[in-house]
């Protein structure tokens, strides 16, 4: 059958006789995450989430940690009882190709407060979801991903009932609609992801930095992002978007205003979200991908490295030290930062005035 492939015929049966139905698994879409193809393959057959992933070798309780990557004897098992490649499986996880730049293979990707990876849920296109019949794509989940490249538009992080979309604590319908109960005495809110609107994108100037994401990030400029996004989520200013898209600015605007209150929380707590309103996550962020990009990615690193430092923000005490001063892995953006006189925390904070 074109676009499936059969189970090994010679695997002994599994204990729930329902999951023997699973003799041709419908294909993973390319990018696809392994959330999304396993609630594929439940909807497929009439199955539960969690009588699929039992089938398939997965432990629902584990969905989060296996969409950060698949350890041997699950991914062993895989591969018998599916017919899928390891490189096949491994690709619907952050552990292999952008998502394992993006995350520098780490299990706790963070950022200043952001995770870099979203295991629990997903941002989504909603006319990329209506598109596929519910096919949730992996890079959604990356910090780095903030708009649709084919739909021009900006990725939705929750339903208009202000939870969360696609958690891996719930069942397969949550691939097409808003499976999460609003309360223990409301019924889930069963809003179609499809539905949901979306802010269009009409910034040039970050659909270009997504464009270089998507085709140019490499293992050297993958550190250098991560490092600038640090940076610009700790001393970023509006004054570096001004011609964003206005709820971008917007966005970026009120967190600029909050960060020193959750900076200072942060350092308390280590553990704290930093951006903690999902309904503004993605626009924030699309801030932040576009500044820390245009350093990157410029031409002349130093010209773009003393702009951002005279738009910055002067509250250049809360970047920690291990960021003034990174590993080897992004020496050409410390150069760049020194060349304006950039040496230590010490020395910034002598020379920045207020604007």
């Known amino acids: 059958m074109a676009g499936s492939f059969a189970v090994a015929q010679t695997l002994a049966p599994p204990p729930d006789p329902r999951p023997t139905q699973l003799a041709l698994l419908p294909r993973p879409l390319p990018g696809e995450s392994l959330l999304s193809w396993v609630d594929h393959v439940a909807s497929t057959f009439g199955l539960s989430r969690t009588d699929t992933a039992q089938h398939l070798g997965l432990h629902t309780a584990s969905m989060a940690k296996h969409l950060l990557r698949i350890n041997e004897p699950d991914l062993d098992h895989l591969r018998a009882r599916t017919g899928l490649t390891s490189e096949e499986l491994s690709a619907m996880t952050a552990d292999s190709g952008l998502a394992k730049r993006a995350t520098g293979g780490r299990r706790v990707p963070f950022y200043a407060g ?82 949901l609107p979306a802010i269009a994108l009409n910034d040039e100037h970050l659909a270009a930095v997504g464009q270089l994401i998507d085709q140019r990030l490499t293992d050297i400029e993958a550190p250098e992002l991560n490092w ?7 001393v970023g200013s509006e004054r570096q978007i001004e011609d964003a898209d206005p709820d971008v600015y917007a966005a970026f605007s009120q967190f600029c205003r909050r960060r020193d209150a959750l900076l ?92």
């Open 114 to 195: 952001v995770q870099r990876f979203m295991d629990r849920n997903s941002p989504a296109c909603p006319q990329c979801v209506g598109e596929t019949e519910g096919r949730w794509q992996l890079d959604w989940r990356l910090a780095i991903s903030v708009f649709c490249h084919r739909h021009r538009c900006y990725l939705v992080s929750q339903c208009e009932c202000r939870h969360r979309l696609h958690p891996s604590d719930r069942g397969s319908a949550s691939r097409l609609v808003c499976a999460t109960q609003r309360s223990q005495r409301l019924r889930p809110c069963r809003r179609l992801v499809a539905d």
């Open 228 to 234: 600038a996004m640090h940076l610009v989520l700790r």
């Open 264 to 355: 200072a929380r942060l350092r308390g707590q280590p553990g704290m979200v930093l951006i903690n309103e999902p309904a503004q996550e993605r626009l924030i962020l699309a801030a932040v991908v576009r500044i820390a990009g245009a350093l990157v990615f410029a031409d002349d690193l130093n010209e773009q490295a003393q702009r951002f430092c005279e738009l910055a923000t002067p509250r250049w005490d809360t970047v920690r030290s291990d960021i003034l001063h990174p590993r080897v892995s992004c020496a050409r953006l410390v150069r760049a930062f020194n060349t304006y006189g950039m040496p230590g925390k010490s020395k910034w904070n002598k020379t920045r005035t207020n604007p």
